[in-house]
Every structure is written in C-alpha cells, then in structure tokens.
C-alpha cells in the first residue's frame, strides 16, 4: 500500500507511541483520523500532522464502547469518503501482582483493575477492528489493520491483565489475518519492547539505566522505530499474520 493520501485511523494518538505514527505517516502523505480520550493532547497531534501537508481531525471516542467506535468509525468514514488503514494503538496500564502478602495479610488484584486494561486493550482491538473491516468491505476499500501488541505478551511480572490482553491481541492478528485476506485486508502487529515514551523517560535514572543494563543493544527503543516498523506492514502488501518484534533483543 503506497500511504499517500490513504485515510488511516490511528487510536490513542494523543501522545506517545501514537503520536510518533502520526507524525511518520503524515510525513509519508497518509490523512489521519486521530482518536484519544485527551482533546488537548489529541489537538496538538491534530496540528503536528497538519503542519505536514496533511488533511488530519480529531475525534473524541473510548474504544471500548461500541456506540462510540460504531459511530466514529461512521463519522470517519463520511468525513474522508474511505478508510484504507487502522493501528489498534489505544492502552491502558494497571499494574499489580496476582497476590501480595504483606503484614500477614493476602492482597489480590482487584477484578476493576482487570478489567479495565482487558476493556481497553483487548475489547477495544476487537471493536476498532471488526467496525473498520466491516467499513473496508462496505466501501469496497482494500485495507491493512496494524494492531500494537507488546514483548509483555510472553508475560511480565506484576501485568497479568497487561500481558494476557497483549498475548491476545498477537494471536488475533493472526486470525484476522487468515479470515480478512479474501475481502483484501491485511493484518499484522508490532510487539514494543521497552521504548523511550515520555512516561518512561520521567523514571527515576537509576531505574532507567537497570532497564537499558537488561537490553541486548543496550538501550531503550525510540517512538520513531516502532513507528517505522508500522509504516513496514502498511508499505509491504505480502505482509499479513505476523508480529513484528522491535525489542532490541530482550526476552521476558
């Protein structure tokens, strides 16, 4: 798929990971329907991406409630006459051991707390995607889904929610992948390792330099790379069930 003037959603772009695809595919001519939660943060990527040439809006909407991606993805699409693209980026964190003993007494992770991360990071993937596929085949629009997973999806200490909702969304990129090829949609994912997001770079630099010591090459990622290895699955049309893993070569 060549991205020039192709219209691509991109959910939880306000900043991060997110705004980093933004700013690459709008640099590579893409139009971008932006969603996040933080009207301010998403403004700023609105305007980024705009700064490159390229028709960018925003839209307000919770991936994990089906009225609301139903009729975003509605409002998309009437907004821009096609959708070719979609990165499943949107994600949450609530971290916390299974049990905790402490002082004798058993803590467990709350249910809520669950919840919230599989609502978002999984319940979400599957709302986003199965509206814009559908919207794909209503438009006649041959499409490719990038879904975000994360090394975490081989499990991580204290992200039981995290890491199962992670290892679900690879697997289903998978099926998806093999039920979405005969309408002429690709899936693929890319699986992070530890990247230099601003939420990990106000970490305590003692913890930051422990991080980077378990990392083959040394470092953490950069937004940018993970964000070039989403223009790859997008730019190479033989791509289709398979998770990019951009980890500088840890393993959990």
């Known amino acids: 798929m060549h991205l020039k003037d192709k219209v691509i959603i991109i959910t939880g772009s306000g900043q991060g990971l ?11 001519g893409a139009k971008l329907a932006l969603i996040d939660l933080n009207p301010e943060k998403l403004q ?33 699409a009437a907004d821009f006459g096609a959708l070719h693209g979609l990165i499943n980026n949107a994600g949450i964190l609530r971290d916390g051991l299974l049990l905790k003993v402490k002082d004798g007494e058993i ?8 919840q919230a991360v599989i609502d978002v990071n999984l ?29 975490s999806r081989a499990g991580n200490m204290g992200q039981s929610n995290y890491s199962a909702a992670k290892a679900a969304v690879a697997s289903l990129t ?9 309408y002429g949609i690709r899936v693929g994912a890319v699986a992070p390792g530890f990247i230099g997001t601003d939420m990990v770079a106000s970490m305590k630099p003692e913890a930051l330099e422990k991080l980077a010591a378990g990392i083959p090459l040394k470092r953490l990622g950069q937004p940018e790379e993970i964000a070039s290895a989403a223009a790859f699955i997008f730019e190479n049309d033989y791509f289709t069930g398979r998770v990019l893993e951009v980890d500088g070569g840890i393993r959990l």
């Not at 925003?58 to 509605?74: G, H, K």
Request: charged share 20%.
């Open 18 to 28: 997110g705004r980093a695809m933004a700013e690459h595919l709008s640099c590579r």
């Open 44 to 76: 700023e990527a609105v305007s980024a991406c705009q700064a490159n040439g390229v028709e960018a809006r925003a839209y307000i909407c919770n991936v994990a409630d089906e009225a609301q991606v139903e009729r975003t993805v509605q409002q998309v």
């Open 107 to 114: 803590h467990k992770l709350p249910l809520a707390q669950w």
């Open 123 to 151: 319940t979400g993937v599957f709302l986003c995607t199965r509206e814009v596929a559908a919207k794909m085949i209503e438009l006649q629009c041959a499409g490719t889904i990038v879904n975000i997973s994360s090394v």
């Open 174 to 182: 998978v099926v998806w992948a093999k039920e979405l090829a005969r």
